[in-house]
């Protein structure tokens, strides 16, 4: 974890500015104008994670909207995603549903078909119980009619389902290593599947996910990156929240873009941003 203070007080909306970081931009504003401003088929990868829609309770935004008034809404930012997305683009999606909206994340995917193709879909596991094991956390449901949230939705969509994609640069080494002569392979390496297990690391509190209720951890961002397999690239992030997208695309060697809308958010992705630069630069 790095070493950042999470905010006590209130964010806001603060009028839109941006920050360049190294070679990163971050925009404090509304992603739907701020992304009507980036130059069309401009970036290779956006990864996001958009609000759910399921009332977390993020300093400004409020995550209760009308079912309908939230599909369109991110229609259009998809819309605009499309555009700045270039022709041979990757775009991850991380969505997730409640108990009371189980079919949210279903609808916008189907809403986004008309944009996209859905090349992947990948389950993000939090938490697995592998016999009487259970590695991961995951945020506990007291019902007799539901089951613990475990996992969540990444749909990776590209323009056409083409895009051929660095799957063992994510990949794991065979079990049974009499399978990489048998199939001809040069590296003990295999396509990883589309179930990711990335468990949140363990933080004693709030502060230490800096306040935000919905943060991802930075393996997540990192693969899908890695797995789109372009050396230095553009990534976009138009949720950014703490600023996790940007972290990883600095690891990953590109550039990186952010947008968030709440100024108390904006401070601690700078704040985590230069304090990756700063680490890299002292001696
Ligand atoms: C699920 S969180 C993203 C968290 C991020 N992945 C991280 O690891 O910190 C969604 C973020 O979208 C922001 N947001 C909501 N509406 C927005 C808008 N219109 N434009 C830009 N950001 C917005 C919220 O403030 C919140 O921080």
Aim: overall charge positive; some cysteine.
């Amino acid at each position: 974890m790095d070493k950042i203070e999470a905010p006590l007080r209130m964010g806001g909306y603060k009028r839109a500015r941006t920050f360049c970081i190294g070679p990163h931009r971050l925009v404090r504003g509304d992603c739907v104008p701020a992304l009507k401003r980036l130059t069309s088929e401009s970036v290779d990868v956006v990864v996001t994670s958009p609000p759910y829609n399921i009332g977390l309770s993020y300093f400004t935004y409020d995550d209760r909207k009308e079912e309908g008034a939230y599909l369109a809404w991110m229609q259009e930012v998809c819309a605009q995603i499309k555009r700045v997305l270039r022709p041979d683009g990757s775009f991850f999606l991380n969505v997730s549903g409640s108990s009371s909206s189980p079919w949210l994340p279903f609808e916008l995917a189907v809403r986004l078909r008309g944009l996209f193709c859905l090349q992947n879909h990948i389950s993000w596991v939090k938490s697995i119980s592998i016999g009487e094991d259970t590695f991961g956390h995951f945020k506990p449901i007291n019902s007799a009619r539901f089951l613990h949230h475990n996992h969540e939705h990444l749909f990776h969509f590209t323009l056409d389902g083409q895009k051929s994609l660095d799957r063992l640069g994510v990949g794991v080494p065979y079990k049974d290593k009499s399978n990489i002569r048998r199939r001809h392979h040069d590296v003990d390496r295999r396509c990883r599947g589309d179930v990711w297990f990335i468990p949140y690391k363990t933080v004693r509190s709030k502060s230490q996910k800096y306040n935000h209720p919905g943060t991802f951890p930075l393996e997540l961002p990192q693969t899908c990156i890695r797995l789109h397999g372009v050396k230095n690239p553009v990534v976009l992030d138009p949720f950014a929240g703490t600023g996790t997208t940007l972290i990883a695309t600095h690891y990953e060697g590109g550039e990186g873009i952010g947008i968030e809308i709440d100024s108390a958010y904006v401070t601690i992705a700078r704040q985590r941003l230069e304090y990756l630069l700063q680490e890299e630069s002292s001696p």
